[in-house]
Structures are given as C-alpha cells and as structure tokens.
C-alpha cells in the first residue's frame, strides 16, 4: 500500500499547483497605473495559494477518509517529492 500512498500524495501536489498556476498565469493584468496591476496580481497571487491550500486540505482530508491501508509518511514523502522535484527543476531552468 506504501506505492499508491506515494502515488496519491504526488497526485494531489500536482493537482493542487497545477490549479494555482493557471490561476496565477490566466492572463496578466493590464492597465497603466503600475501599482494598481501590481496590488492586482499580488491579490491574484494570494487568491490561488490560499484556494491552493484550501484544495490540499480537501484532498487530504478526503484520501484519509476513502483509503484505509493508508501508509501515511509515504503520502507525505509523495507529496513533498513533487514540490522538492519543482524547486530543483526551476533552478535547473533558471541557470540555463
């Protein structure tokens, strides 16, 4: 059971940045007051982390209560995985 726990927590780490970022990149803000587009896409921002975060909630709350041979450190080694894997490939792709 230790593989599809792996499996689900790398599910919901993807599921949940992939929602934050469309909401993030949908489309710029436009307009010529700069400080107005910026408090814009900061609340843009701010908006998808907290949904982002709502969302993971969610999806935890309901793999623990759907799943009952769940191993839960290998959920969260998967879960974790995939943010770490993100942060390692961003860095890759910033060096480049």
Do not use: C, Q, W
């Not at 929602?19 to 408090?39: H, K, Q, S």
């Not at 769940?70 to 993100?86: D, Q, R």
Request: cysteine-free.
């Amino acid at each position: 059971m230790g593989l599809i726990s792996v499996l689900l927590g790398g599910a919901i780490a993807a599921v949940v940045n992939v929602y934050a970022a469309r909401r993030v990149f949908a489309a710029p803000a436009t307009g010529t007051d700069t400080d107005e587009v910026g408090a814009r896409e900061l609340g843009r921002l701010y908006r998808a982390e907290v949904g982002k975060l709502i969302m993971a909630a969610v999806l935890f709350a309901t793999v623990f209560g759907l799943v009952k041979e769940l191993n839960v450190i290998a959920l969260l080694v998967g879960y974790t995985s995939i943010h770490v894997i993100g942060v390692i490939a961003a860095m890759k792709f910033v060096k480049s």
